[in-house]
């Protein structure tokens, strides 16, 4: 968690706003670094997490995690993070044919357009615990990329699906948030991957999206991120505000300054 | 090993602190001993594999790409459970280079190799690998084709300090040992014979594995991609990278090489057609291989033709499933080849991706131009700038170019100093030479020693002296 960007997004782990969809994008630079700040700011905001990870292992994102005060492992031990590890149980799904349907079943079949069983997961791991009253504040869906679903030759309509359907479960039934990441292709011109981000884009509520800089590799500025708020939080807020930071990231936090303003040219 | 050091090869800086501590011996200066035995490795837990070492920045275990200058790129070396991708050359000239230097390396460092081709036998790839240069006469070998000085003392050897002679030797001289992270490999030899029948090593060639009957599979990888993958995950779980029985033997590192992906001998279309059927085999492939890396101790080389695949959207999403994104340029055929700039690479070298483990940030360099060259023996990577700033040299008078070099001095280009000297300098020269179109007068008769003591500001301070003595031989 990221105590700038929380400024920035004016949100803190007491008050986190419900029922939003957060699309985190990037072009041509590496946004994971919001996804660990997203993780450890439910997981500290006492939210139940379910969090499929499909590019990177869980012991990565438990040594960032660490880093950023928060212990996945504690986490998972005690209930409140549920994980899905892709680059494992991927491996699993395709060399042991199981009888039970699998979240990661699409992997099997040569043409997966079917993204059901996930959907089955995500629904099973957010629901509300019946015996007593809850013990998590609010359900949250983290999903590490989506873009890789294409790869694995998912459609891209079949993905779109997937998202309607756990909003309509985790945002609007559950009162949760979803914070999904997609990557920019920019100038690949991936079809399947602009259909699914500007799918995206439309359905969000909040988009942050990070860019590396025009001008290249830079030591001191790393990128700079765009937030756009797509509804005014406050009906007094004005609409659609857009606001571009750079930012810096550092060993266990990132720093953000407005453009043209970072420490080292200053 | 000081004059090694001392040419920048890098060599020197793997000798670690921590090693030098735990030897009670005499100075702190001395090479590590071979680290095979396991016999002085007292409380390192992570370094009791050969041939690795652990990253500074994130923890991981790293092994050596085989190329020393490579691996400093890289933030130190390939982490284990990784997978590199190199983007070949237009010709295929360089990047099988890069695919041997690492398979020798795991040769050398004792590894189990898994070789994996469409094109060529396995077996014949690896009679093809570098010689490495042994210990004593790799800083023969290094003086002479890293460090090209015309001078006649660079045979001999550099004395830092002359008591550390009368210190009792304490390198193994012999086969390589694994002692030293990274080794430099000589490519006008192959590699001993023996030391291949020691190895331990897999071979994939995938017309042989054509014959075996054709099992219906429901999923949509190509057929090839599927063999490679069942092949590797068998040698993973049989040889117990894995960890699954560790009681068994010594761990070890298993090193996959995996030649032309992509390519059409591999049976897949995506380099000949842009809107192939099963565009999604190689990237699946990618991600199954990615998971079976991330879950043993591995390490992986892939070479793919990416200027052949037809679609780019295909090359961006290769691009996020590999780890290490490394690109080879060369100028055979471009414009480039005739630049002035080029004129002693042959080709640029991309650093493209470096991943990020266990860290928000990567360990990215900040040296960007780099072009690389294939020597005699040695491949060899360096900085353009290096060469940009040697034309300069060329340019402009000795020393001038240095002052230019200051980042803090007045002299850059275009500031009114820089000018004022370029001029000064003109004129001197144009009246000097009407001087001597005048009076007729040879060169080397205005050189006398009395006229150059008196001659203007001492800027120039090296050996050209004496080859233009006439130009500070001008009386103010």
């Known amino acids: ?266 | 090993m000081a004059a090694a050091a001392t040419c920048g090869t890098g060599a020197g800086s793997t000798a670690s602190v921590a090693s030098a501590a735990s030897k009670s011996k005499v100075t702190s200066f001395q090479r590590r001993g071979p680290r095979a035995s396991g016999t002085d490795s007292g409380g390192l837990r992570l370094v009791s594999i050969a041939g690795t070492r652990p990253s500074v920045r994130n923890g991981q275990l790293l092994v050596s790409t085989g190329l020393p200058a490579l691996d400093q790129l890289l933030g130190g070396g390939l982490a284990v459970g990784t997978v590199l991708l190199i983007e070949e050359d237009k010709y295929n000239i360089y990047s099988p280079l890069l695919f041997k230097y690492f398979l020798a390396e795991g040769i050398i460092s004792g590894h189990t190799l898994l070789v994996a081709s469409a094109k060529e036998d396995p077996a014949d790839i690896l009679q093809e690998l570098p010689a490495p240069l042994l210990d004593d006469n790799c800083k023969k070998e290094l003086d002479e084709d890293v460090c090209n000085h015309k001078t006649p003392e660079s045979n001999v050897k550099m004395k830092i300090a002359w008591r550390y002679q009368l210190l009792p030797k304490m390198e193994q001289i012999g086969p390589v040992s694994s002692s030293r992270f990274g080794h430099y490999y000589d490519i006008s030899k192959r590699i001993p014979q023996e030391l291949i029948e020691a190895s331990n090593w897999h071979g994939f060639f995938l017309p042989e594995k054509r014959s075996s009957p054709l099992k219906v599979e429901s999923c949509s990888l190509t057929h090839g991609y599927l063999k490679l993958l069942q092949f590797i995950q068998n040698i993973i779980y049989e040889e117990g990278f894995d960890g699954s029985n560790p009681q068994k033997k010594k761990k070890n590192i298993l090193r996959i090489g995996i030649q032309n992906l992509g390519s059409p001998l591999w049976g897949d279309d995506i380099c000949c057609t842009e809107n192939c059927d099963n565009s999604h085999s190689l990237t699946k492939f990618l991600y199954l291989l990615r998971g079976l890396l991330r879950t043993s101790l591995s390490a992986c080389i892939i070479t793919m033709p990416t200027h052949l695949i037809q679609n780019k959207a295909i090359i961006a999403r290769v691009t996020n499933l590999s780890d290490t994104v490394v690109g080879l340029e060369s100028f055979i055929g471009s414009e480039r080849e005739t630049n002035p700039l080029y004129k002693d690479y042959h080709g640029l070298i991309h650093i493209r991706q470096i991943p990020r483990l266990n860290n928000l940030i990567c360990d990215e360099s900040d040296v960007k131009d780099l072009a690389f060259k294939l020597k005699r023996k040695l491949f060899t990577i360096e900085w353009v700038q290096d060469n940009y700033l040697r034309q300069e040299r060329n340019i402009y008078p000795p020393g001038f170019s240095y002052l230019l070099k200051q980042k803090d001095s007045a002299w850059g280009e275009g500031s009114l100093q820089h000018s004022t000297f370029l001029m000064s300098f003109l004129a001197k020269a144009t009246a000097f030479a009407s001087r001597l179109v005048r009076h007729g007068e040879p060169l080397k008769q205005t050189g006398s020693g009395r006229i150059r003591q008196a001659a203007g500001p001492r800027l120039w301070h090296d050996g050209r002296r004496q080859e233009a003595p006439g130009f500070l031989g001008i009386p103010p």
């Open chain 1, 1 to 266: 968690m990221f105590p700038e960007l929380n400024n920035l997004l004016n949100i803190t782990p007491d008050r986190a706003e419900q029922g939003k969809l957060t699309l985190l994008c990037d072009a041509k630079t590496d946004g994971s670094f919001l996804v660990h700040h997203f993780l450890s700011f439910y997981l500290k905001a006492n939210c139940k997490v379910c969090f499929v990870a499909l590019i990177q292992s869980f012991s990565h994102y438990n040594i960032v995690g660490q880093k950023l005060g928060v212990s996945l492992t504690s986490a998972r031990e005690r209930g409140q993070l549920v994980f899905l590890e892709g680059l494992k149980s991927s491996v699993d799904v395709f060399f042991q044919a199981n009888e039970e349907p699998h979240p990661l079943q699409f992997l099997r079949e040569a043409n997966p357009g079917n993204l059901q069983p996930l959907f089955e997961f995500v629904r099973e791991a957010l629901k509300p615990e019946e015996n007593g009253e809850a013990a998590w504040r609010c359900p949250v869906l983290l999903v590490d990329d989506l873009s890789l679903l294409l790869s694995l030759g998912v459609g891209a309509v079949a993905v779109l699906d997937f998202v309607h359907y756990c909003r309509a479960t985790v945002c609007w039934e559950l009162k949760g948030n979803m914070v999904v990441l997609v990557h920019d292709s920019g100038d690949a011109e991936d079809e399947e991957n602009d259909i699914l981000l500007n799918g995206l884009s439309h359905q969000s509520h909040l988009i942050l999206r990070t860019e590396g800089l025009a001008t290249g590799f830079c030591r001191d500025v790393h990128g700079q991120l765009r937030i756009l708020w797509r509804r005014p939080s406050q009906p007094t807020a004005p609409r659609d505000r857009s606001l571009t930071y750079q930012y810096k990231i550092q060993d266990k936090s990132v720093s953000f300054f407005a453009k043209g303003m970072s420490p080292a040219v200053l």
